[in-house]
């Protein structure tokens, strides 16, 4: 790690990032089992086959980090964590939509 | 240090049991979650409440808690007595950053402890977040921004010391709002030949008072005067990045709105600009100016209320 002045440059994870499964545990803090819970369950869409072939987006990413804080801090099962991003969502657009028009 | 009343945070009884401390969390968990609530201090309430719930659950810490007393109240000065912590055992448990001072020093240090002994596995460092707010320009421009965390680093000893760091990050062109820069090997150090952790910033665009943004698109309201919406005119717009001309055709109504292609949000797809008419009357005070209106109502032929007919009064 470096404490200086030189820039970083980072890269824009909804646009130009691709995850694997252990790299997207690693980024949630989340045990493999609940990943694979959440495909199942159609909460994260990766492309790629099996599961060695899975690909996240960022956008999976968000909303992986998104559930994995709801499952830690709220014990939600899979079920509860599908409907709630569904509606965290819908409540976003709305919300969005109101703001554009204020 | 504030001494914290963790039963107070929870709103239960010090006798509380075990089923009704963890109603009472869940209950206010839900209030606060950071990614449900819409309340101010919906974070630090988590916190708050996260760390009330981690003590109280935990049978071993929340004895070590209870024998201090109930002498204190939320809030007060606080120093920890000597030896007060003698026979209890605590691990660990992660997010240690989020912690007050008060939990820190009473369950933290042995944390830190237990943790040290696993140097000799090869673990990544975790992932660290924070959020930047950047000038809805910054997007348009890309920019290179400033900004300072604190972050949990171990020394060599392997405590966890709090450490102020400051970072140059460029901001890329065309970043939106709600998107994440990750900064690779950012976060925190691997033990042994683990790699280090990676920063996920989480940009947001300030809200703008003209400029409305809709994902990639960004709408601005234009004010016109009835003649120049009706005779076509050509005014100065503000954009993000400076004026522009803005040609108005003939007979532009209000509500339309005008699309400046290609000039919202940049990048490969880059987003549209829309001008937002909006039409604005003067009030008619002077002799000329009422006489003005007077022979508009007489040249036209115009009911405003059309869509009305048909309803009585």
């Not at chain 2, 504030?2 to 009884?13: A, P």
Request: glycine share 10%.
């Amino acid at each position: 790690m470096t404490t200086g002045s030189s820039l970083l440059q980072g890269i824009v994870v909804e646009e130009e990032l691709h995850l694997s499964i252990t790299e997207i545990c690693q980024a949630c803090s989340i045990e493999e089992e609940h990943i694979h819970a959440w495909v199942s369950e159609g909460v994260l869409e990766p492309q790629g086959r099996s599961y060695t072939e899975w690909r996240f987006s960022g956008q999976s990413l968000r909303r992986a980090k998104i559930a994995s804080r709801l499952v830690r801090d709220l014990e939600l099962n899979t079920p509860g964590v599908a409907l709630a991003l569904d509606l965290l969502e819908e409540i976003e657009g709305l919300r969005r939509q109101l703001q554009s028009q204020t | 240090m504030e001494y914290q009343d963790y039963y107070k945070i929870l709103g239960v009884e010090r006798g509380a049991s075990p089923e009704e401390i963890k109603q009472a969390y869940r209950k206010l968990a839900r209030k606060y979650h950071p990614d449900v609530s819409k309340e101010a201090d919906a974070e630090k309430r988590f916190k708050e409440i996260g760390e009330a719930y981690a003590v109280l659950k935990d049978a071993e810490k929340k004895a070590a808690y209870d024998q201090m007393g109930s002498n204190w109240s939320q809030g007060q000065g606080f120093t920890p007595p000597p030896n007060w912590d003698s026979g209890y055992e605590f691990r660990g448990d992660g997010n240690s950053q989020d912690h007050s001072e008060f939990f820190e020093s009473i369950f933290g240090q042995r944390a830190a402890r237990g943790e040290a002994r696993n140097t000799q596995f090869n673990l990544p460092g975790e992932d660290h977040h924070a959020k930047i707010e950047i000038d809805l320009r910054d997007s348009y421009l890309g920019a290179e921004r400033s900004i300072s965390l604190t972050m949990p680093t171990m020394d060599p000893n392997g405590r966890m010391r709090m450490q102020a760091r400051t970072l140059e990050v460029k901001i890329p062109q065309g970043i939106r709002s709600g998107q994440h820069l990750r900064l690779a090997g950012q976060g925190s150090p691997g033990f042994g030949s683990g790699k280090a952790g990676d920063l996920y910033l989480e940009i947001a665009i300030k809200t703008d008072p003209i400029f409305k943004i809709d994902g990639k698109d960004v709408h601005v309201d234009l004010a016109l005067s009835p003649w120049e919406a009706a005779l076509g005119s050509s005014v100065a717009l503000p954009t993000p990045t400076g004026k522009v001309e803005l040609n108005i055709p003939p007979n532009t109504m209000a509500g339309k709105k005008l699309r400046l292609k290609g000039k919202g949000i940049p990048g490969k797809d880059p987003g549209d600009l829309y001008a937002v008419i909006r039409l604005v009357t003067p009030a008619a005070n002077t002799d000329a100016e009422k006489e003005a209106y007077k022979t508009m109502s007489q040249v036209f032929t115009f009911n405003p209320r059309e869509n009305m007919q048909g309803y009585s009064s």
